[in-house]
């Protein structure tokens, strides 16, 4: 049982637009900002986004991220083949004093 | 090139130690939190703990699943991060990777840069 919520799976058609939510409480997403990792299969997991919405150096511009209130959002548009892989949401929180992930999304291109 | 390899890894039986090293290169090692990730097989990531940087004393958080058990360390001569293992369960089985954090200018932290991991499996 996660303190972040993710759904377990997720699916898109090529060219299709996926988003994925995480939702959590005050004392992580609704105070802290939210970060998304993705792991591709038997790979370590890499930084998506960061701060909520924004892209590390080397990332498509396909992938994007919002934040309202306690909730966040992953959108993929443009679905590729190889955006098939698992997204983990994180964030700091206060009164765990500790990160916390999602269970994580398994998107899969059909 | 920033990298990160971790090392240490293998089997070891129920209760007992294991300790996993995390060897950093290209960046100055000294003003970043450090972070131990885990995966425990066909599940998600797990924060483990942490070392904050200089600036904030090298200061170390745990999960509350492992405080008391688990300790991370850092040698800053040496570019390394530690995380020692003890009373090793076999619900510690999993892949560990090390991660470095960074911030955005509002000190919001994010892992930046991840090893390959490094697999422990505890079994008797």
């Known amino acids: 049982q996660s303190v972040l919520t993710q759904p377990p799976s997720a699916s898109g058609t090529p060219g299709q637009r996926v988003i994925i939510s995480c939702s959590g409480s005050?004392?992580?997403?609704?105070?802290?900002?939210v970060n998304w990792y993705q792991q591709l299969p038997g790979t370590a997991p890499r930084l998506l986004i960061y701060?909520?919405?924004q892209r590390p150096s080397g990332v498509p511009d396909r992938f994007s991220g919002s934040k309202s209130g306690t909730s966040a959002s992953l959108a993929i548009s443009g679905l590729q083949s190889e955006d098939e892989a698992a997204y983990y949401c994180?964030?700091?929180?206060?009164?765990?004093?500790?990160?916390?992930f999602g269970g994580g999304t398994q998107l899969t291109v059909l | 090139e920033v990298q990160l390899v971790e090392s240490g890894g293998g089997l070891v039986q129920p209760g007992g130690s294991l300790r996993l090293s995390c060897a950093a290169s290209?960046?100055?090692?000294?003003?970043?939190?450090m972070d131990w990730v885990r995966q425990a097989p066909g599940k998600g990531l797990e924060w483990i703990g942490r070392?904050?940087?200089?600036?904030?004393?090298?200061?170390?958080d745990y999960a509350a699943s492992v405080k008391g058990r688990f300790i991370v360390s850092r040698d800053n001569s040496e570019n390394s991060f530690y995380l020692q293992m003890n009373s090793l369960e076999a619900e510690d089985t999993a892949v560990y990777y090390c991660?470095?954090?960074?911030?955005?200018?509002?000190?919001?932290?994010?892992?930046?840069?991840w090893g390959k991991g490094t697999t422990v499996t505890v079994s008797s």
């Open positions: 991660a470095r954090s960074a911030h955005d200018s509002s000190y919001y932290y994010f892992m930046d840069v």
């Open positions: 290209g960046f100055t090692f000294s003003d970043h939190y």
């Open positions: 070392s904050r940087n200089k600036a904030n004393s090298y200061n170390t």
């Open positions: 005050f004392s992580n997403i609704g105070s802290e900002t």
């Open positions: 701060s909520n919405n």
């Open positions: 994180a964030s700091w929180d206060d009164s765990l004093i500790a990160v916390v």
